[in-house]
């Protein structure tokens, strides 16, 4: 076993997960969350700073002398949920792997030249954190900007301790689309004189639901899912408008931005040819998250030499899932990493996965995320002269 692990083996990062899962926090401010952390890095001698759109942390561990920078980044924020805010994504497991790094590091920091920049970010689930992080100077903290960054996300439903990464393209870019149509209303009983939005409501969610197959190579995809549909109040009313909203994911931002076009051509066609006005509202969402791919390799032979070939899995194609870490990647070359955290007691292949209300997360992975986090700061680090 590497000292790193051992030393993270020693941390007991459970026990700051297990704080962080039973207050849980969503959007940009979470005063608990930051005062858990900032309390977790006290006494480490590092150079700490506050956010001020958004409750993040931002800490520095100096090594010996001058070098580059490494960024190594968590997300905070929990998930809203009817009942109430829920870690089901992870997040916590997320924050205690990088608060373990920190001490890791900064027990070695006679090791390195160059500085390792913490990066502890609310807002993930939606809310673009990572862009006004990097508005707020992030990446100019040190000095130097970073020649690398790494993050780690844990997956409910793979084995415990498999990491995995793709290079390139790894997470999709995603955006929303909004379509309001506009007709007039009247009873169920005369509907020759409505213009009524159902049935154009429903022709549009057919026909967008076709523009994947028919207008997009299959081997560039796109993903289009209308997740909220809304008309009418009474079985024998015709309704003035009827509403539906969409995600929209592709794994480039050109080829998302044409998928947009199209999705809102097509929303104008359907609503004119039923006699209707249409509202298209199309906000952009997170852009992709394209992996390094040389620092992909760097975490395949870090993960090989701490744990063994065995735990690495690289991926063989991209998630049309999204976060904001591509922010950070378009600025910085790096790698976001999953890392496994299924329960021994659940079958990987059935077991609920991220953003799942009954999700759970093996906390025995927290030592060698914080310990892969760290090995890889050192390996872009040079060594102290």
């Known amino acids: ?30 005063p608990r969350t930051q005062q858990a952390v900032l309390a977790a890095l006290d006494g480490l001698g590092l ?10 942390v931002v800490g520095v561990v100096s090594g010996t002398r001058p070098g580059p920078t490494v960024l190594l980044r968590a997300d905070l924020d929990a998930l809203e949920f009817p009942d109430g805010p829920r870690h089901a994504c992870g997040h916590d497991q997320h924050a205690a792997m990088l608060v373990g790094a920190a001490h890791l590091l900064a027990a070695r920091r006679d090791r390195f030249a160059g500085d390792v ?36 996300h844990s997956a409910a439903n793979t084995p415990a301790g498999q990491f995995g990464s793709t290079a390139g393209p790894a997470l999709a870019a995603s955006g929303t689309l909004a379509v309001t149509l506009h007709g007039a209303g009247g009873h169920g009983a005369w509907p020759h004189r409505t213009r009524d939005p159902i049935p154009a409501l429903a022709e549009l969610v057919t026909a967008l639901g076709a523009l994947p197959a028919r207008r997009f190579d299959p081997f ?16 024998a009313i015709v309704p003035e408008r009827a509403r539906l909203e969409a995600t929209l994911r592709a794994l480039s931002d050109p080829t998302l931005e044409r998928l947009a076009e199209v999705a809102r051509a097509t929303a104008r066609g359907v609503a004119a040819a039923h006699g209707l006005e249409a509202r298209i509202d199309y906000t952009p969402g997170y852009p992709a998250t394209v992996n390094d791919p040389d620092e992909a390799d760097r975490v395949r032979a870090a993960v090989t030499e701490l744990f063994g070939p065995e735990r690495f899995v690289r991926g063989t194609r991209p998630a049309l899932v999204s976060d ?25 292949h059935t077991a609920p996965g991220n953003h799942a209300p009954d999700a759970v997360f093996d906390d025995a992975v927290l030592p060698d995320g914080a310990a892969l986090l760290a090995e890889l700061a050192l390996r872009r680090l040079p060594a102290r002269g």
């Open 117 to 152: 920049l913490l990066m502890f970010q609310p807002g993930e689930e939606g809310h673009d954190g990572a862009r006004l992080m990097l508005a707020e100077g992030l990446l100019e903290t040190t000095g130097s900007r970073p020649v690398a960054a790494y993050a780690l």
């Open 324 to 348: 904001d870490i591509g922010r950070v990647l378009a600025e910085v070359p790096g790698v976001m990493t999953s890392l496994g955290a299924c329960p021994a007691d659940r079958d990987p």
């Open 1 to 30: 076993m590497s000292a790193l692990l051992a030393d993270a083996r020693l941390l007991g990062l459970d026990r700051l997960r297990r704080t962080l899962h039973e207050r849980p926090e969503t959007g940009l401010h979470l």
């Open 47 to 56: 150079e700490l700073h506050t956010g001020t759109a958004l409750t993040s």
């Open 220 to 235: 560039d995809p796109v993903v289009l899912t209308v997740g909220t549909v809304h008309a009418g109040t009474r079985p």
